[in-house]
């Protein structure tokens, strides 16, 4: 079974610093990768996708993600934290599936400190 | 582009009751997916629907069902509602070719007292 594995809960920067966010996955065949952010009382927006091409993905708001097969690992990264940035942030890996459906790990809360 | 929507917003209800949510799919999406987020957790997949049958389902009993309309369009109806129903509802539409992201509405939140 497929399962993801946030490492950290919560995690706090300062404005400025680098964002890392770790996300490691198992599956037992290549999978499609994903990073939501979600606000506040809302939903979860999509930050970048894997699927298979490049390993080092770009995404919306100066994320990107890096593919590791080896290490079996999704981490997020941006080079500067906004004030913004602040949310809580989910990994998620589809199975290929017919129905593509998403598992998602436990969450990271992002804080980010003037 | 019009994104996904739902309906309503926040909801209250008492054990034992019934309950629609709506759902909006985001133009050009074929497929729904509707998922529970419990307080403090990630979402969880209840079932998909696809050409107004259900493609798949997780682990969630019978008294959760769907439909999809053919504008794609989807409510989930919860029936004898519980306590540990409490959680946000979120929909997401999809195009069902891979590798297709799911982009996700607003979510309903749901309290049942």
């Known amino acids: 079974a497929q399962s993801v594995t946030q490492l950290g809960s919560h995690v706090s920067v300062s404005e400025g610093a680098l964002v890392l966010l770790r996300c490691n996955y198992s599956?037992?065949?290549?999978?499609?990768l994903f990073w939501y952010v979600q606000y506040p009382n809302q939903g979860l927006q999509l930050l970048l996708k894997y699927t298979s091409a490049a390993t080092l993905v770009k995404g919306i708001n100066g994320f990107e993600a890096e593919f590791k097969k080896s290490e079996t690992s999704f981490h997020l990264t941006k080079p500067s934290a906004h004030m913004s940035d602040a949310a809580e942030y989910f990994c998620?890996?589809?199975?290929?599936?017919?129905?593509?459906?998403?598992?998602f790990g436990q969450g990271t809360t992002l804080q980010v400190k003037p | 582009e019009t994104g996904v929507t739902q309906s309503p917003t926040h909801l209250i209800k008492t054990r034992g009751q019934q309950v629609t949510l709506r759902c909006s799919s985001q133009s050009g999406h074929n497929t729904v997916s509707w998922y529970q987020q419990a307080l403090g957790q990630g979402p969880q997949f209840i079932f998909q629907y696809y050409r107004e049958e259900e493609n798949g389902r997780g682990n969630f009993p019978p008294r959760f069902s769907g439909l999809q309309f053919p504008n794609y369009s989807s409510e989930l109806n919860v029936n004898a509602l519980e306590l540990d129903d409490s959680a946000l509802y979120l929909c997401a539409s999809s195009s069902k070719e891979p590798p297709g992201a799911q982009y996700f509405g607003p979510g309903t939140r749901l309290l049942v007292l």
């Open positions: 998620a890996v589809s199975d290929r599936s017919n129905t593509g459906k998403l598992i």
């Open positions: 599956s037992s065949v290549p999978p499609y």
